[in-house]
């Protein structure tokens, strides 16, 4: 649905993507990730035809979003992290110029503004300024200006900034279920949210693809770098477990109470009872043995090295 080749992207001097290629299967849901300043708008901004690359090719739906940029806006609804709403216009004023923007009319345009009224949470306060309105529901409003002709393609630029616990979930949802219709591109930086709504998971650093990979892939990857945690009643001689066979990595950390050490091993099945033999011979004291589980931040931070 959505395909991306060697996309680049200069201001002036400055290249803010350099050969990004990536592919987004129709009926996914693919979480766009990365630091700050690392690409991801300027990307989405390409896709949408607020920005035209340097070189390179994006096409959506098999439309060229150059070439053929009035077509690929027909079958995209963009949401931007900080959308530029009309402020003296009415909830319910704006959606119907927006829809009439967007050749909707008549009972069409109608049903499809109460439709999105009520999927965003904002049918109570249709009536309101959006100038008066908070950072979270102006991003309702927004989303539901994305969805009023249900395109094929939604592109989301962080759809829960500003939004409070309560609304993130239900905005979670909502994504879940719009991916049942629509293929969506969803950039974020709560990594938790990705790992409840998508599928897969594109990173991107400096201006570059560092990772596209499904969340299934990821997930294996996490668990190729389990651990297990090991939590001492008192002080212990880290050099210790370095003659246990087959470790690969031995991190100790002191704790106001007594020690806690974490270790690597290809086979993580036998490491447990190597280390409760090891502190028997010692004579430890084990308070607690579990085993630990890289998570996606984990994965993120090492392959964006932020800190």
Known sequence: ???????????????????????????????????????????????????????????????????????????????????????????????????????????????????????????????????????????????????????????????????????????????RELGQEHTILLSTHILSEVEMTCDSVIIINRGKVAISSSLADLARKAGERARLVAIFDHAVESDAFLNLPGLTEVVPQALPDGALVRLSSPDMVDLAPKVCALAAQKGWRIRELRSERATLEDLFVQITGEV
């Open 1 to 175: 649905m959505i395909h991306v080749l060697n996309l680049t992207k200069y201001y002036g001097d400055y290249p803010a993507i350099q050969f990004v290629s990536f592919d987004v299967p129709a009926g996914q849901i693919v979480g766009f990730l990365g630091p700050n300043g690392a690409g991801k708008s300027t990307t989405m901004r390409i896709l949408t035809g607020y920005l035209t690359a340097t070189s390179g090719k994006a096409t959506i739906a098999g439309l060229d979003v150059f070439w053929d940029s009035v077509e690929v806006r027909r079958r995209i609804g963009y949401m931007a992290e900080n959308s530029p709403l009309y402020l003296e216009m009415r909830i319910s004023e704006y959606l119907h110029y927006r829809a009439g923007i967007k050749g909707l009319y008549g009972a069409e345009r109608k049903k499809r503004i109460g439709y999105v009224l009520d999927r965003c949470w904002i049918t109570d306060v249709r009536r309101q300024i959006i100038g008066t309105l908070s950072k979270g529901y102006r991003q309702r409003v927004a989303l539901a200006d994305a969805l009023l002709t249900s395109p094929p393609v939604l592109i989301l630029d962080e759809p829960t900034a500003g939004l409070d616990p309560a609304q993130i979930r239900s905005t979670r949802g909502l994504i």
